[in-house]
């Protein structure tokens, strides 16, 4: 892997002792959570729960998923400070989102997640590139990423998004909100122009309708969760023709979306 979860890294999780059904005392790892601000140049955007891991790819994916970033933007620098707990992207594009601003919408992830209100616009012109899922591939996927070692596995609490490609995970991303998880994703996607086009999303958390639009603005054209659907996720995920499959457990799953990319119909 390029990426792999690191549950001893310092500062990631704290111990906290507590008591058991029986009164007994146990000792137990929690996972951390701290506020970090993402300023655009000299615009603040966003503050966001996070567990304070790679917070250039975290502000670099949401700036580019919320279409703040283009594609063709030079980033002349991204700059953190640690005990402020924030983080300036620098473009040489000026840049000016007081308008979009106004149209913040909390969503449906952890941590309070916050999209902005024209995240949508653009997705009607949408092609997803067409691209054959073995089903193999899908259940080599969830047993190696399930058998992972993990922050989840070590502390609970917390979502993991993994870039794959075909039955080989790429690059593990865990954090309190889905929604950072999958920003940190993108913004390694964008620092290193990472092909999507033949890669394969695979999440913990709901397929929401948050999580098709970043998975398709990102270019992947499948999206996976042992988690289940929401229907606007779902009616987003059809009419862009994303491959949609939930409740992956085993060599189970339920597909809503881009069955002929699975069994090639």
Same mark, same amino acid.
């Given at each position: ?9 310092a ?5 906290v ?20 601000t993402?300023?655009?140049n000299s ?80 997705l ?7 691209v ?16 992972? &070692?993990? /922050?989840?596995?070590?502390? %609970?609490?917390?979502?993991?998004? !993994?870039?794959?490609? *075909?039955?080989?995970? =790429?690059?593990y ?16 996607m ?6 999507p086009?033949?890669?394969i ?19 992947? &054209?499948? /999206?996976?969760?042992?988690? %289940?659907?929401?229907?606007?996720? !779902?009616?987003?995920? *059809?009419?862009?023709? =994303? ?23």
């Open positions: 892997m390029l990426i792999a979860p690191d549950p001893e890294c500062g990631l999780t704290r111990k002792v507590g008591f058991d059904q029986a009164g007994l005392p146990v000792e137990i790892d929690v996972v951390e959570e701290r506020p970090l993402i300023y655009l615009q603040e955007i966003v503050t966001a729960m996070t567990i304070g891991d790679y917070p250039d790819y975290l502000a670099l994916g949401f700036l580019r998923n919320q279409g703040m970033l283009n594609a063709d933007d030079v980033v002349t620098g991204v700059d953190y400070d640690e005990d402020l707990q924030v983080v300036v992207v620098r473009t040489e594009r000026k840049t000016d989102y007081e308008e979009k601003m106004r149209k913040k919408i909390r969503t449906s992830g952890c941590a309070v997640g916050t999209v902005f209100g024209d995240m949508m616009e653009g009607e012109a949408l092609e997803l590139p067409k054959e899922v073995k089903t193999s591939w899908l259940y080599a996927l969830a047993d190696s990423i399930n058998r992972m &070692p993990s /922050l989840y596995l070590t502390a %609970g609490a917390i979502h993991g998004t !993994v870039l794959c490609y *075909q039955d080989k995970p =790429l690059v991303m865990e954090d309190v909100g889905r929604h950072n998880a999958v920003d940190k994703v993108a913004g390694w964008f620092s290193t122009g990472a092909d086009s033949d890669k999303m695979y999440t913990t958390g709901r397929l929401t309708s948050e999580m098709v639009i970043k998975c398709a603005q990102m270019g992947i &054209p499948t /999206l996976v969760s042992r988690s %289940g659907f929401t229907a606007w996720g !779902v009616e987003i995920a *059809q009419s862009i023709g =994303l491959t949609l499959i939930g409740r992956m457990r085993g060599q189970r799953f339920t597909c809503l979306s881009g069955k002929s990319a699975l069994f090639g119909m």
